[in-house]
């Protein structure tokens, strides 16, 4: 679908996959103006198809859009689209466990001119893949790096975006952890680089006694749907938890009595994924002895549950095709 200044969004369409031709002068690629969502359609085990909860993801693509002055995307019309292209590429839905349609939707500045304002013209595109796990290591911890050097957002930045800037700001610390066998960063807030805000691509959660807690919204960080999902199940479930400001020296100390029983993360893709291991300022801290906790296998079985139709959905979050 199209944009431009005149007609505003236009000429829905589906094509087959395939390249597409830009002006190399197109904004985006000059001044990144461009924002993405991410999320996925399953098949059950009656064949059926659903998606779970998009209208958040046009939600969010539509904070994203205005916070890169691109123009809102019409709900209706998302949804439209949406539905449309996963009917066509049905098929690719594999039925077995675990996999699914990861599916994105992304909005790019495509009017050709070098100056620093927001474009008049984009393209708005739905692409779609079958996945399996995310990780490797399945719903099997992963070790995550605390950064301490780089920062990739700030509080008035465009971190509550999901924008390509974000990540691409991520990309050296990312490669600098996966060299030492890290699988992911843990981001610090940019102006104390005290607190913990999330993981590259996930939200995240740490058991500390009875209580969950999770880095409240700041401003600076993604507001994961997973995360919103997460919060909801366990306050169903009659567990406290707690949206607040987390210092890492607080989880460096919970770790070492033993009060941290359990870390995860949360997110399209990995769905929940254990933390086993935290490595800070070159001490390594192991959490839950390295293995998955009962509360993030409960959260994961009870997720993907509802999310393959094995389980009630008690907040209506499923979409039928
Ligand atoms: N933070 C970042 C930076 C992400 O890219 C993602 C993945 N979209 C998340 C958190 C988790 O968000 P969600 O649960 O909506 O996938």
New binding site residues.
């Given amino acids: 679908m199209n944009y431009d200044g005149g007609q505003g969004w236009h000429h829905p369409r589906i094509v087959p996959y395939q390249p597409i031709s830009l002006d190399p002068a197109a904004k985006v690629f000059h001044y990144g103006q461009t924002v993405f969502e991410?999320l996925k359609a399953y098949r059950t085990a009656e064949g059926g198809i659903r998606l779970f909860r998009p209208s958040k993801n046009l939600q969010r693509l539509n904070l994203s859009n205005d916070r890169l002055s691109i123009p809102e995307i019409d709900e209706q019309l998302f949804l439209e689209a949406l539905m449309s292209l996963v009917r066509v590429d049905s098929d690719w839905i594999p039925g077995e466990p675990e996999t699914s349609l990861y599916i994105r939707p992304y909005v790019i500045a495509t009017e050709p001119l070098l100056g620093v304002s927001p474009s008049q013209q984009y393209l708005f595109m739905i692409i779609m893949s079958p996945v399996g796990s995310y990780y490797a290591e399945g719903i099997n911890p992963v070790s995550i790096h605390v950064e301490s050097h780089y920062v990739r957002a700030v509080e008035g930045g465009v971190g509550t975006a999901?924008t390509a800037g974000?990540y691409a700001a991520g990309l050296k610390a990312q490669e600098g952890a996966s060299a030492k066998g890290y699988t992911q960063v843990l981001w610090l807030d940019g102006v104390h680089r005290r607190y913990v805000e999330?993981v590259?691509?996930?939200?995240v959660f740490f058991k500390l006694g009875d209580k969950v807690v999770t880095p409240a919204l700041n401003g600076s960080?993604?507001a994961?749907?997973?995360?919103d999902s997460a919060i909801q199940l366990l306050r169903h479930w009659g567990i406290e938890v707690e949206e607040r400001p987390i210092p890492i020296d607080e989880l460096v100390e919970a770790c070492r009595s033993g009060e941290l029983k359990e870390a995860f993360g949360?997110?399209?893709?990995a769905v929940i994924s254990p933390i086993g291991e935290l490595s800070y300022k070159d001490e390594k801290l192991v959490i839950g002895g390295g293995e998955t906790g009962p509360l993030s296998k409960r959260l994961y079985d009870t997720l993907t549950g509802i999310q393959y139709g094995r389980e009630k959905d008690p907040f209506g979050w499923m979409v039928e095709l």
């Fill in positions: 991410g999901k974000n999330e590259g691509s996930m939200n960080f993604l994961g749907i997973t995360r949360t997110g399209t893709a």
